[in-house]
């Protein structure tokens, strides 16, 4: 809850029609017990009449809630807030001190030709001094004098009554801001959110502004009112109007007239650098400053703003403002000193004596705050500007501006229907009044003025298009959505027009992106729209209810149907009925017969039995009546006779206990007696009296127990005589109790005064061991601070070793990501140009193969041809010769066929045996160097366990236990790199000469899974996560150096490969060049 310019000015004064304050109202309505504790003297019987500052309404002002009822309601909301007990009385007392310095009242008194204020009513004066605990004389003296120091030497100077009305009043404004901050603060304090910061929450706040007022005569209170409005209207415009003109001006639409709320020039007037808040405050802090020569500068400093006023009727103090709402004019009296509202030292010093808390030092702050030295010798105008009103205000105003800036703003504008304040009544002429005030009129005149409605030309089309068949001589499809768009909503909103302040308008425009409508010009599409709709849903409807109504006739035939089957059903049940319940009535008549029969039978049977019986028992009860009535006179004369048994004991007993009660007393009276005696001679310890009372109450006590065990007795026991020899013993027993008991207690009355001796000792015992156990616990309490304060060192040291090995090994694992990256990287480049030397050998060696092919062939055809010229030129004998060449050519293709064999298997096996042996000694290296990163890893954690093992951080051991669990999962994920690889090894199929491709594919695609996995991991934040991506990132660089591995052996066994074919087909060409020599020979 924060305060903004609270009206304090309301205390003392009130324009015709306003109240002050409920509370000073609910103080006169409470309870009678409420107000002597409060103040007996001063509220007892008082009313609104009886105080200066209330006289002028009454309590019905606050529509009853002044009522002793509604009391407890304000004072227990008041103890929700921590405002109770001893505070509470404070707060009331406090403003009952208010409420008191208004019946202060001042007579003028005329000395030496001058005016000087003095006291009128002594009473009240009295009564504000002993509600305040400060003497009369102090308050006469601070009211109507004050103290000035000049060059050292202090003077007294007597003020006039208005100065001393001033100050008075002053007095109770400043008191009641005090009181109404306290509260505040108590509010503050008791809903703000516990044991987190309050930035960490999110809040909704409600902001009560400031109505815009306008009275008969504005005052320095009306000026800021309306200030904050204008601030306010200011935010309201950016807010919704700014984003609107901005928009149009980006669309290339017609901005509406801004200037109708704008207000950026009153602002300049208010807050400008040689604005009205600049001129009073420069007024204030200079010497002599006046109101008049204060609106004199504003008015011609300020004189070429339109938004000045210049009335030449205007009064010198008088200046007008014209507000967005209305022009005010203002009466400039009085600004000088409510901006600069300043309480009187004296006044000052006389509170803060006061005898009530809350006075006395919310004013001892007050007096702190001013006394407080100033940097520098000299004032800054900053300095001396700051502590005015006016500044203080619109520093708040900046800081709730800034509030409202980082928060969702929404506005809500409240109308008062009248005056009156009476319900079910509307002043019309007051209403429109707060409505231009607010500004809403202007804004629904903007609203008018701009298009609240838009779509986009895609929305447009997408939602009427269908709509253009109502326009047969109309084409659409021209290819520009905008023109199709636009040409569309004309014909929809053909005459339709808009009345605007230049006349009538069309109800849309067009801008670049979407199409703007007027007030309800969109409402009219979306009624043809809806119109459209509504025509096909009727037939829709019309259709649906034959249909239903088909159905319905069709279920109510069927139903008809069943209907009359059950009709039926039930008249032929009926029938049957009626027929069984005839022969069942003929059954019970002649059943009733038959059964009337046998009951006369019965009848005549049970009288006679009946008969019998009595006759029988008749006998035997006169027999029994006799023998009862003798017992009966038995009973009362053996109850006599133990009646008059009974009572000749119970008079035994009674003489028995008067006797025994008189020997009692005549012991009481002795005893007395002997009190007496003793008390004449020397004091009688109060405590043996009691105790003796205590004795006697005991002994009677036990008396009354005993006459219960003897009347028992004397009924148990059948010999009376035994009884009294019993009942004598005991009153002898008692006599001897009693004098034991009188013995008992002259004992105990020595034993106590020991005990007590010994108390007093045993409490000077207790007091030194106290005294030397609060040494000890001191003594103690040192200890365990000078070691509270060495383990915080050790466990700080230990925080900083740990972080710095945190940092280590995070920097050692950001390096270690980096070289794997750069590897990776290095080792992608290098698979790449494998590849390509790869692909490139085997472009030449397919080119080799295929010229050595042509060459063959070529070669085999001049044999051929070459063989035929011969046969044909040879003669006869030389056939043999021609056999033996064909064979030998025959030996030599069979020779050529068998190496073009020999060389795919070569190369197979050759291949095979290569590459499995280069990717068996990769895999078996990456593993010994993971285990030495492993092993490496390991040490290092044993090594920080060592150094941290006197720190004992759960902490630290949870950071260690998930790196060694990180290590774990890498050397899992590598082991089952290496099998994976150890399963290609074994499947030689995929490294055949025509099966590489196919192998280095599914490395590269083993890589691109890594990779995925290893993107995967670098999004997870623990420290687990970063392990399992180093893990990764080895099984990755593994992977990669197997991939380097094998495509460079495979390289190798191709340039291998390739070199065998050329030599053995080198080899073939000598063959034949040797062979085809030796047929040329």
Known sequence: ????????????????????????????????????????????????????????????????????????????????????????????????????????????????????????????????????????????????????????????????????????????????????????????????????????????????????????????????????????QQKYVLDNFEAIKSEYEDEGINVFDFSLVDNSQVMQLLEGKLGL???????????????????????????????????????????????????????????????????????????????NPLIREEFQQLSKKMDAPKSGGLKKRSEATKHLVITKFKQQLTSLMSLIETSRTRYIRCVKPNKQMSPGMMDHAHTVSQLESAGLVTAIVISRESFPNRLTYELIMERFRFLAFKFPDSDLNSGDIKVDSKMLIGLLLAGVMHDSHIGRVEAFTCGK??????????????????????????????????????????????????????????????????????????????????????????????????????????????????????????????RMVLGKKEAALKKKERDEHQTINKRMSVIQQTFDDATTIQGTVFSVDEGLLDEVETMFEFLRKEIVILRKKNTKLKKDLADAETDKREIFNHASGVDHAFSLSKIRNEQMSKTNMALLDDNNKRRKEVTNLKNELKTQQQAHELQLQEMRAEFELSLRNREIELNTIQQTLHSSAALHKREVEAVHDEAERKQEEHFSQISRLREEIKNTQDSHQDYLSKLMGVLETT????????????????????????????????????????????????????????????????????????????????????????????????????????????????????????????????????????????????RRKLEKKRDRKSFRSEEDSSSILDGVETTDSVGRGMSSKGMGIERQTGSKKLGKKIGVRNNLGRKFGRDKT
Not at 181 to 190: F, G, Q
Not at 323 to 328: E, F, G, L, S, T
Not at 620 to 634: D, G, N
Request: hydrophobic share 35%; net charge neutral; with cysteine.
């Open 1 to 232: 809850c924060i305060t903004y310019l609270l009206e304090k000015s309301r205390v003392v004064s009130m324009s015709e029609g306003e109240r002050t304050f409920h509370i000073f109202y609910q103080m006169l309505g409470m309870s009678d017990d409420e107000k002597r504790d409060i103040w007996e003297e001063g509220l007892m019987g008082a009313g609104t009449s009886d105080f200066s500052y209330l006289s002028k309404t009454s309590s019905d002002a606050i529509d009853g809630l002044a009522s002793p009822e509604n009391w407890p309601e304000t004072r227990e909301a008041l103890s929700v807030f921590g405002i109770h007990g001893d505070k509470f009385m404070n707060v009331m007392r406090s403003l009952c001190v208010i409420l008191q310095l208004g019946n202060i009242t001042f007579d003028v008194e005329t000395i030496d030709g001058e005016e000087r204020a003095m006291l009128s009513a002594r009473d009240e004066r009295d009564k504000l001094s002993s509600l305040m605990g400060v003497s009369a004389a102090e308050i006469e003296a601070a009211l109507t004098k004050r103290i000035m120091s000049t060059r050292g030497e202090e003077f007294t100077i007597f003020v006039n009554d208005s100065g001393a009305r001033d100050g008075r009043d002053a007095l109770a404004k400043e008191i009641y801001a005090r009181i109404f901050d306290l509260l505040v603060a108590a509010c503050n304090e008791s809903t703000e959110p516990k044991g987190a910061p309050t930035n960490q929450y999110g809040t909704i706040s409600l902001l009560d502004i400031f109505g815009f007022e306008s009275f008969k005569v504005n005052k320095f209170e009306q000026l800021c009112i309306n200030y904050c409005n204008e601030r306010l």
């Open 513 to 638: 992106t979407s199409i703007y409508f007027r007030t309800g010009a969109l409402e009219r599409l979306e009624t043809i729209r809806q119109d459209y709709y509504a025509e096909r849903a009727i037939q829709l409807q019309a259709w649906y209810r034959s249909l239903v109504a088909r159905q319905q006739f069709s279920t109510l035939k069927q139903g008809m149907i069943l209907l009359q089957c059950e009709v039926r059903c039930r008249q032929a049940y009926v029938a049957f009925t009626r027929k069984v319940r005839s022969a069942v009535t003929v059954q019970c008549f002649v059943r009733e017969c038959l059964a009337v029969k046998e009951l006369s039978r019965r009848r005549m049977n049970h009288a006679s039995t009946v008969i019998q019986t009595r006759w029988r028992g008749m006998k035997p009860r006169e027999q029994f009546i006799t023998v009862r009535k003798a017992a009966v006179r038995l009973q009362c004369f053996n």
């Open 867 to 1010: 063989q035929e010229s011969r046969r044909n030129l040879m003669p006869p004998s030389g056939e043999m010769i021609l056999r033996r060449k064909d064979d030998e050519i025959a030996e030599l293709r069979e020779e050529i066929a068998r190496l073009s064999q020999s060389d795919c298997n070569g190369e197979d096996e050759s291949t095979k045996k290569e590459a499995t042996k280069s990717m068996k000694y990769i895999v078996k290296k990456n593993r010994e160097n993971r285990k030495a990163h492993v092993q490496s890893l390991m040490s290092l954690a044993s090594q920080i366990e060592e150094t941290l093992a006197s720190g004992d951080s759960a902490q630290t051991q949870q950071f260690l236990n998930l790196m060694k669990e990180a290590i774990q999962v890498g050397e899992k994920s590598n082991s089952k790199m290496d099998r994976e690889t150890v399963n290609m090894i074994d499947n030689t199929a995929l490294y055949t000469q025509n099966g590489v491709a196919n192998a280095d594919a599914a490395l590269i695609a083993e890589n691109e899974k890594l």
């Open 277 to 355: 808040i600049t001129q009073l405050n420069e007024e204030c802090v200079r010497k002599n400053g006046s109101d008049e020569n204060f609106v004199y500068k504003f008015k011609v400093v300020n004189s070429d703003s339109n938004r000045m006023i210049q009335d030449h009727l205007h009064r010198p103090y008088e200046f007008g403002i014209r507000h967005y709402a209305a022009p005010i004019k203002y009466d400039g009296r009085m600004f000088i000193e409510r901006n600069l509202d300043k309480i009187p030292t004296d006044l000052l010093k006389c509170v803060m004596v006061s005898s």
